[in-house]
DNA sequence: TCCTGTGCTACGGTTTTAGTAGCATGCGTT
DNA sequence: AACGCATGCTACTAAAACCGTAGCACAGGA
């Protein structure tokens, strides 16, 4: 179990502080994007998204679920996880994320 | 030295073949996202780009950089490792994270 | 009570990443 | 030629992250 990368902290490959890199080590891990790609739709629960994701250990789940909780960027309501104000706006930049991969497949 | 991550084929939790997916898997090996912002003021070469990211593995970046160009978003010119034109474009979507990271880091 | 679904954890094995050292090539200088 | 130096890249061992199966503890409804 890792730290949660933090701005204004040491972060895996910057002693700087600077928020996008902290931003960078946390979206770097495994699943951490399709994570919040998944819950673009809406909230899901924590079997749902496991689902959504196609075989993610529970283990690694539960670790990037934490630590985007952590990070503000999700949320845990009565019906699932979801995006909170905060990841929605990040996930707004990813937004174009699929058109670009469609252009991206016919290279 | 695992495959690198292809549009229309089986990809880390998803068999459809959807770019999107595809993408998704490639970017969210560690120091994927990294390389990339590292090369978005201009081409670095190999042992720059090594000190850019601050203590990377010469074994990961160079499976990083492999899969990078694997997938045209970088190639390696005589001035060092760069951004294609599509790696640029993809950049692009990702140029409003360090604002987002100012604001998050005040969260 | 029993059944079902929830979020989550234990644990053993595999894969990926880390860290140090160094190789092979090319290029300019002496 | 012989040297120094920078390049991209690889070998190797150790540590960390991840996977996959099973199952726990809790809550709500029948």
Redesign the pocket.
């Known amino acids: 179990?890792?730290?949660t990368p933090r701005p204004g902290t040491v972060v895996?490959?910057s002693r700087t502080g600077k928020p996008v890199m902290a931003l960078l080590d946390l979206l770097g891990?495994?699943?951490?994007l399709r994570v919040i790609w998944e819950l673009r739709d809406g909230p899901?629960?924590?079997?749902?998204?496991?689902g959504a994701c196609g075989?993610?250990?529970?283990?690694?789940?539960?670790?990037?679920?934490?630590e985007l909780?952590d990070s503000g960027l999700i949320g845990?309501e009565d019906?699932?996880?979801a995006l909170t104000q905060l990841g929605r706006e990040l996930l707004a930049n990813f937004a174009p994320l699929a058109a670009w991969a469609e252009k991206w497949a016919r290279r």
């Open positions: 179990m890792t730290r895996r490959g891990r495994r699943w951490a899901l629960t924590s079997r749902a998204l496991r075989g993610i250990s529970p283990t690694v789940l539960n670790d990037r679920t934490r909780r845990l019906d699932g996880y």
